[in-house]
């Protein structure tokens, strides 16, 4: 009770400072400065809570985003690096720009994303426009659908881990991914560009993609012995990075049940829907807007609530990926000229196309044969189990890259033979 009300006291103060000030830079400050002091005074407050919760978080970072992304950090590092990626983009270029409006290098973004998940795709969109392999524009709507969550996360830790039910990963990864190409087929008409009126079809593709990887090694000019050392040095520092935020959210939402700011937020949506809804799935959904794990658990442990409602929420959560998930994207994509605003108007899209396709394909296929399976702890606990998430991990990245490799390379074949004949 007693934080309740000091928090609503530093809430009025809040409001009555930003009706005052005019200047908006100090607003912001002021805003940011309050909410901090509220976070760390909750933290002072209530040590024991605040400990748990960065506990978990640590823990979730320890025993699965490490092992499941840290390989894809250090392997997108070194394909850049050695122009892999140029030599994809050129061969898949004529593909991905007819579709997406993107250059064929965002074919390796697309691909690492779907297979890793978050952050990974927005990790390397930034570097890529950094490094002006892509434009603004393109940056843009390559970022909008490649900031996707894995397999392992959705059929493991959701489908199999949370929910018991191992059939509603595939509709769950299926709604997500489908989401994340319609979301692609919108921003392909984000600022019409020239750059489509300059593309011009090659005589020899294959050639073409070893002389972009050729020059693209060049400009890069780094032993690689040095390129791996400084992938594995970038790979950690995007991993604590990622770590932190991960720690930090889960004491922030401990912070707002504490003070049932959350609570608060739920009973306001729940009266402005026009649907009846479980409140115990609100607050759920609600924690989930702001850390995704959280949430999807949360979700998944009402009882009360349908498997389809259970299954859209959490579909619309993992598209979304909550605000967890978007601050490391925002400090990845820092140093671009990347706008964050537009990331987040592509992730509400999303999570509302996911939520859809999730719903009618439940509807369509999965409605005659839903029911929860009580899986045995021996085959979750050796699906977790730290070392063979780690082997997946690679494996995945291996398979996922010689695959691209090999399609560019038939798909450039074709293509050549193809301006060939038409000769």
């Not at 050129?90 to 998940?117: D, H, R």
């Not at 937020?265 to 924690?287: A, C, G, R, W, Y």
């Not at 859209?312 to 601050?327: K, N």
Request: glycine share 6%; net charge positive.
């Amino acid at each position: 009770m007693t934080t309740l009300i000091l928090t609503t006291i530093l809430i009025f103060i809040l409001i009555a400072l930003i009706l005052l000030i005019k200047n908006k830079s100090y607003i912001k400050t002021i805003i940011i400065s309050s909410i901090s002091i509220i976070i760390i005074t909750i933290i002072v407050m209530f040590p024991k809570n605040s400990v748990d919760a960065a506990l978990r978080g640590l823990l979730t970072w320890t025993n699965v985003v490490i092992p499941s992304l840290f390989p894809f950090f250090i392997g997108s590092e070194v394909l850049i690096g050695l122009g892999i990626v140029d030599f994809i983009g050129t061969l898949l270029k004529p593909i991905m720009y007819p579709l997406f409006g993107v250059p064929g290098e965002g074919s390796f973004v697309f691909a690492m994303s779907v297979t890793s998940g978050y952050p990974v795709g927005a990790n390397l969109t930034a570097k890529l426009r950094s490094q002006n392999i892509i434009t603004k524009t393109e940056a843009q709507r390559l970022i909008a659908f490649c900031s996707t969550s894995g397999p392992l996360f959705i059929i493991g830790a959701v489908s199999v881990g949370m929910l018991k039910n191992p059939r509603v990963g595939s509709l769950l990864a299926i709604a997500h991914y489908l989401g994340a190409i319609s979301v692609g087929l919108i921003f392909k008409f984000y600022k019409k560009d020239k750059r489509k009126k300059t593309i011009i079809k090659k005589s020899n593709y294959i050639k073409e993609a070893f002389i972009s990887l050729i020059k693209a090694r060049e400009k890069d000019g780094r032993s690689f012995s040095t390129l791996l050392a400084d992938s594995i040095t970038s790979a950690f520092n995007s991993m604590f990075m990622v770590g932190g935020f991960i720690i930090l959210y889960s004491v922030v939402i401990e912070a707002m049940k504490i003070t049932n700011i959350i609570d608060f937020i739920s009973d306001i949506l729940i009266k402005m829907v026009p649907f009846s809804i479980n409140s115990e799935i609100m607050t759920s959904f609600v924690s989930g807007l702001i850390e995704m794990t959280n949430g999807c658990k949360m979700v998944s442990d009402v009882d009360s609530a349908s498997l389809i409602i259970k299954i859209c929420a959490i579909s619309f959560l993992i598209a979304w990926s909550g605000f967890s998930v978007h601050s490391q994207v925002m400090s990845m994509i820092n140093n671009t000229d990347i706008s964050y605003r537009l990331y987040i108007l592509s992730k509400l899209l999303h999570g509302l196309c996911s939520s859809v396709y999730s719903y009618f394909i439940y509807k369509l296929i999965f409605n005659s044969s839903s029911s929860t399976i009580s899986l045995p702890a021996t085959e979750l606990e050796s699906f977790a189990n730290w070392l063979l998430t780690l082997k997946f991990s690679f494996q995945i990245e291996f398979i996922i890259i010689i695959s691209i490799i090999l399609i560019s390379l038939v798909l450039g074949t074709l293509y050549t033979l193809t301006h060939k004949l038409s000769k």
